[in-house]
């Protein structure tokens, strides 16, 4: 054994308990959305990203920028815009100025759905950490992930 393996014990070990942390957030947000909204987490956060584009410069996402911001891959993610669409919460449309560019807006319904969405969203979140908070090797996570939010506010 070389005198690095406890330090990649404990690395592995960290995160072991960040994977169980995300499951259990991504469990629980996944269940509440699906239960009151009908949609997916993923859903919800292609949603969201979408929502605050922008028209001035750089406030138009390309689906590889959109792909990236839901960590998906650019098929899985023009699949989900393709259900979101006949679901009428997106639309798409050329690029005016590059037509080999496409661009997909959240519609009225999309932002309705998705305002309607978001305190679902956020009490499933509080109630997963909350959760986590009481198991002693997660809890140290659930502090840096609120710390992380209050710093960005």
């Known amino acids: 054994m070389t005198a690095t393996a406890p330090a990649m014990t404990a690395l592995a070990n960290g995160w072991c308990a960040l994977s169980v942390l995300h499951g259990r957030i991504e469990a629980r947000v996944e269940h509440a959305l699906q239960a009151e909204h009908d949609l997916s987490v993923r859903e919800y956060s292609l949603l969201e990203v ?27 993610t023009t699949r989900l815009v393709t259900r979101l669409e006949d679901r009428g919460l997106l639309s798409r449309y050329l690029c005016p100025t590059d037509r080999r560019g496409i661009y997909t807006d959240v519609t009225d319904a ?3 759905l998705l305002a309607a969405a978001r305190p679902t969203h956020g009490r499933a979140l509080r109630e997963a950490l909350d959760e986590a908070r009481r198991d002693e090797a997660l809890c140290p996570l659930v502090e840096a992930v609120e710390a992380l939010g209050a710093a960005r506010a």
């Open 50 to 76: 979408l929502s605050r584009q922008h028209d001035g410069e750089g406030g138009r996402l390309q689906m590889r920028q959109v792909a990236d911001a839901v960590v998906l891959s650019q098929s899985a």
């Open 110 to 112: 999309g932002l309705a």
